[in-house]
T-cell receptor, first 112, second 112 residues
Framework: SAVISQKPSRDICQRGTSLTIQCQVD?????MFWYRQQPGQSLTLIAT?????????ESGFVIDKFPISRPNLTFSTLTVSNMSPEDSSIYLC?????????FGSGTRLTVV | SQQGEEDPQALSIQEGENATMNCSYK?????LQWYRQNSGRGLVHLIL?????REKHSGRLRVTLDTSKKSSSLLITASRAADTASYFC????????????FGKGTTLSVSS
């Protein structure tokens, strides 16, 4: 199955700034997904990212706050914009292949 | 969005005991998967059960699926301290290109 390299693994950011998280897949994947995991909670889907088209966002998530890029079939980025302490979470990317789903190791974001 | 509830939310047992976690979901599925997440770490895929299967085993894990009740259970037999983690069910819908949707999870604590 595919392997996803996600970075950074963790970061501490000032409120009002933005952070871009990158996911690199070692093979082509048609669908990529971004999740948020708030402290002590489960994974919540933020958006689905297809190559060459705008991401599809779930209810409660908007493009201005979480812009996503998907320039090719092996790479995607999620930006957390204008951060506030409420954005402190783990962010995970996932890719869907014929063999199933694979996940990045997550980015632990703390906003101070 | 999240599929549904998992119960219990938290479970504390002694080493050697069995642990049973339940998961309910709302929509039709292609398969249901269970994941483990150690504190602050990435997701580990445990087992997948397809919608036409009723029971599946993998080592000390036993998963059941009841599509009529839209529910699944994960049994861990002869638990070990190393099984201490959060466990999540995740459903894969029939539609192509859809993400895994996670349940709320059960936090398992196994004491020696």
């Amino acid at each position: 199955s595919a392997v996803i390299s996600q970075k950074p693994s963790r970061d501490i950011c000032q409120r009002g700034t933005s952070l871009t998280i990158q996911c690199q897949v070692d093979s082509q994947v048609t669908m990529m997904f971004w999740y948020r995991q708030q402290p002590g909670q489960s994974l919540t889907l933020i958006a689905t990212a297809n190559q060459g088209s705008e991401a599809t966002y779930e209810s409660g998530f908007v493009i201005d706050k979480f812009p996503i890029s998907r320039p090719n079939l092996t790479f995607s980025t999620l930006t957390v914009s204008n951060m506030s302490p409420e954005d402190s979470s783990i962010y995970l990317c996932s890719g869907k292949t014929g063999g199933g789903y694979t996940f990045g190791s997550g980015t632990r974001l703390t906003v101070v | 969005s999240q599929q549904g509830e998992e119960d219990p939310q938290a479970l504390s047992i002694q080493e050697g005991e069995n642990a049973t976690m339940n998961c309910s979901y709302k929509t039709s599925i292609n398969n249901l998967q269970w994941y483990r997440q150690n504190s602050g770490r990435g997701l580990v895929h445990l087992i997948l059960i397809r919608s036409n299967e009723r029971e599946k085993h993998s080592g000390r894990l036993r998963v059941t699926l009841d599509t009529s009740k839209k529910s699944s259970s994960l049994l861990i037999t002869a638990s070990r301290a190393a099984d201490t983690a959060s466990y999540f069910c995740a459903t894969d819908a029939f539609q192509a290109g859809t993400a895994l949707i996670f349940g709320k999870g059960t936090t398992l604590s196994v004491s020696s």
